[in-house]
T-cell receptor, first 116, second 114 residues
Framework: DAGVTQSPTHLIKTRGQQVTLRCSPK?????VSWYQQALGQGPQFIFQ???????QRGNFPDRFSGHQFPNYSSELNVNALLLGDSALYLC???????????????FGPGTRLLVL | AQTVTQSQPEMSVQEAETVTLSCTYD???????LFWYKQPPSRQMILVIR??????QNATENRFSVNFQKAAKSFSLKISDSQLGDAAMYFC???????????FGTGTRLKVLA
């Protein structure tokens, strides 16, 4: 049973560029949440996708956008990169049954983004 | 607003000894869940244990157990018979109701001394 996978593992970009990070949820899961974890901090919620729509959003600017595909995988896009976007980006998956979301999220290994 | 506080930035424990990591939180919900996650240097956030607030009994998973005090809004993690592989950052997390976005504490770095 494959767990949550993310790609790439590391990424280096320069200011102003755009980046796309990818996530495949755990088998049987249909909901994907994205978190940003700055060095030495706890993860901060970016947004959550369910049924290919953004269900909830954290306090992040519109430069952060996402997408969920019919196979439940998800992408996180960040435009106009800033130095402050350097962080570990974590994807977490969970499942909903009849619209009731399971409270337990399982995390992927993360993508380390460095903006120069 | 819901908050999670971990007041111990770093803890150390001798191998085979017991250590307790503290977490306090604030929520207006009556039914909720609480989690402890472990994040080793490999970065993967691993679920350690979860507690359902409406259950009186403290959760236990092998060497890991919690001391959940709902009235005090306290949720500490006890690790018994500590092993070198337990060395990691430990995060306490509180899912919000509805969509269950997680609110994390700032983490406690656990060092295990041989």
């Amino acid at each position: 049973d494959a767990g949550v996978t993310q790609s790439p593992t590391h990424l280096i970009k320069t200011r102003g560029q755009q980046v796309t990070l990818r996530c495949s949820p755990k088998s049987g899961h249909d909901t994907v949440s994205w978190y940003q974890q700055a060095l030495g901090q706890g993860p901060q919620f970016i947004f959550q996708y369910y049924e290919e729509e953004e269900r909830q959003r954290g306090n992040f600017p519109d430069r952060f956008s996402g997408h969920q595909f019919p196979n439940y995988s998800s992408e996180l896009n960040v435009n106009a990169l800033l130095l402050g976007d350097s962080a570990l980006y974590l994807c977490a998956s969970s499942f909903s049954q009849g619209g009731i979301l399971s409270e337990t999220q399982y995390f992927g290994p993360g993508t380390r983004l460095l903006v120069l | 607003a819901q908050t999670v506080t971990q007041s111990q930035p770093e803890m150390s424990v001798q191998e085979a000894e017991t250590v307790t990591l503290s977490c306090t939180y604030d929520t207006s919900e009556s039914d909720y869940y609480l989690f402890w996650y472990k994040q080793p240097p490999s970065r993967q956030m691993i679920l350690v244990i979860r507690q359902e607030a409406y259950k009186q009994q403290n959760a236990t998973e092998n060497r890991f157990s919690v001391n959940f005090q709902k009235a005090a809004k306290s949720f500490s993690l006890k690790i018994s018979d500590s092993q070198l592989g337990d060395a990691a950052m430990y995060f306490c997390a509180l899912p919000t109701s509805g969509t269950y976005k997680y609110i994390f504490g700032t983490g406690t770095r656990l060092k295990v001394l041989a």
